[in-house]
Structures are given as C-alpha cells and as structure tokens.
C-alpha cells in the first residue's frame, strides 16, 4: 500500500513551546517544531516537510533519487498544497462522509485488502483510522479545488483526438492498432490525464506569482 500523507495538527508559530512549571523559573523552551515556510497566511511546519520526505522515501521503495531532489519536491508539494487549499476555503468546498467512505473503499480495492488490513497498515505507520479520514477529506478538497480552477480550461477536440490516433498508428502500424472508435475512450482519457496535470502546474504557477510565499528552512 502507498505511504499516507498525513497533515500536521496544530501550530506554533513561534516555533517553541514552553515546558516550563510555574515553580520551575529555570526550566527553558524546548524546540518541538519550527517553520518551513510562509504561504499567505498558512504555514508549513518542518515536521510536516520530514514527514512528506518519508512518504516520497517510502513511495519509491529501492528506487534511489538525490535527497536534494528529494527534499525540494516534498518542500514545493507541500507550498502547492497550501495554495490550494486557500482556494477551497475562498470557495468554501467541503467534502461529506460519503465521499471519504467512497475514498476509502476505493483504497481498500486498489489496494486488496480488507478494514482490519487497512486499520494494520495504517497502524503500522503510526496512524489512526481517524486521521487517515482527515487526510483523504483535504485530498478531495484539494481535488475538487482543481477540478473547478482547471476543468473549465482543459478542451480535447475531435481533431486533437484523431491526430493523436493517427501518431499511435504511425508508431505501431495500422495492423497493430484497434479501430478509432474503439480506442477513443480511451486515447481520451491519457489526453485527458496529461493535460490536467499540465493545466494544474500552469494554475499552481499562477497562484504562487499572485501569493506571498517564504521559505524558512
């Protein structure tokens, strides 16, 4: 099963807490987090950029990638979230019970595995069912976020579809190809997935040069 992105609760902006006992005067802050970095008026908090680097670790298994690499991914992941979130709450999206029950039993089938699997593995991880909840809820808010900003823009033509029929058939020859029809849905669909994914990044640019963003780390 994928890593689970969980979100960090609480904030200490400051980034110190204080332990301190009304009859200890001795006693110092102790460091519990600090932050990562600004974005309008949300922050990321460096337990949040770790943890994002241990899913990415954990996602690409015995796949080596620089921890350089690594480190600015999970950081501009984790800005991108923000942004997006601060869309959902101007559009004042929210996501109900049947939709994250829907999420989970999607998981449960991509994955094979049954509640009592699921609940282990999230275990495993040091997660509770509860939080696993609250993060699928942010990641269908941010979904629908995307949808609303990036659907609208995203127009696939008959002749965009028929150009892209005609380079798979000239790649794998007419007799290695099934019909148009056939495989429109299809060829729809990976247009489709390419294109959201080249729209968000064209939006995600748009809302980083509209926002104040700092980093801290």
């Known amino acids: 099963m994928r890593p689970i992105q969980l979100l960090a609760i609480g904030l200490v902006c400051a980034g110190y807490s204080s332990v301190a006992h009304a009859a200890d005067p001795a006693a110092k802050p102790v460091l519990v987090d600090r932050i990562a970095a600004v974005v309008n008026d949300d922050v990321v908090l460096y337990r949040e950029y770790e943890h994002r680097i241990e899913r990415m670790k954990a996602a690409l298994g015995k796949r080596k990638v620089p921890q350089k690499k690594l480190e600015k991914t999970a950081l501009a992941d984790l800005i991108n979230d923000k942004l997006i979130m601060h869309v959902a709450r101007k559009l004042r999206l929210r996501v109900t019970r049947k939709e994250i029950d829907a999420a989970i039993a999607q998981v449960k089938s991509?994955?094979?595995?049954?509640?009592?699997?699921?609940?282990?593995?999230?275990?495993?991880?040091?997660?509770?069912?509860?939080?696993?909840?609250?993060?699928?809820?942010?990641?269908?808010?941010?979904?629908?976020?995307?949808?609303?900003?990036?659907?609208?823009?995203?127009?696939?033509?008959?002749?965009?579809?028929?150009?892209?029929?005609n380079k798979l058939v000239k790649r794998l020859g007419k007799g290695q190809v099934k019909p148009f029809a056939q495989l429109r849905k299809q060829l729809h669909e990976r247009m489709f997935q390419r294109d959201l994914l080249k729209y968000t990044q064209m939006w995600l640019g748009e809302l980083r040069s509209m926002s104040y963003i700092s980093v801290r780390l």
């Open 110 to 165: 991509t994955n094979k595995v049954n509640d009592t699997q699921l609940a282990n593995a999230l275990q495993a991880q040091g997660y509770s069912m509860a939080r696993y909840r609250q993060e699928l809820a942010q990641q269908i808010v941010r979904m629908k976020a995307i949808n609303l900003a990036v659907r609208p823009r995203m127009q696939i033509s008959e002749a965009e579809l028929r150009a892209e029929y």
